[in-house]
């Protein structure tokens, strides 16, 4: 217990100053586990009315189980429509909320090197 204390206190402790983060392990290591119960633990503080502690809204995807069209949005070169991907549709919905809530939009699954460096560039590649 101990440790994955250690590790939710760490995660705690780095989101405080960054805007995105990755947690890497191997499979059952506890890393959702992990996500979860900080989630949990300030939105509960939140609850008690503890200052400086914000509601934790998620919205958890894998990015592995839908196309890369899906995830980031697609141009249909026949109706030449643009339809949005389920990532623009979160982003828009946790924007359009004004509460002070933290918004946490994870990708739970496994790494690809093709769809982080999308999400680095921006640009995504189809291929």
């Known amino acids: 217990v101990e440790p994955f204390l250690a590790k939710v206190i760490q995660l705690y402790e ?20 992990c996500y979860r119960a900080l ?13 400086g502690h914000e509601k934790v809204h998620t919205a958890v995807l894998n990015p592995k189980s839908i196309t890369m069209g ?3 949005g697609q141009f249909d070169l026949n109706t030449h429509e643009w339809t949005d991907g389920v990532l623009a549709c979160y982003m ?24 982080i460096e999308n999400m680095n560039t921006g640009e995504p590649k189809w291929w």
């Not at 780095?14 to 586990?33: E, F």
């Not at 946790?94 to 509460?99: G, I």
Request: one cysteine or more; proline letters at 7%.
């Open 92 to 115: 828009r919905e946790f924007a359009q909320d004004t509460t002070p809530d933290k918004k946490w939009l994870l990708f739970d699954g496994p790494v690809d090197a093709i769809r």
């Open 14 to 33: 780095t989101i405080l100053v960054r805007h995105g983060l990755m947690l890497v392990g191997p499979t059952m290591a506890g890393k959702t586990c």
């Open 70 to 72: 899906q995830l980031y």
């Open 39 to 51: 989630a949990q633990a300030l939105t509960a503080l939140q609850a008690a009315g503890v200052p």
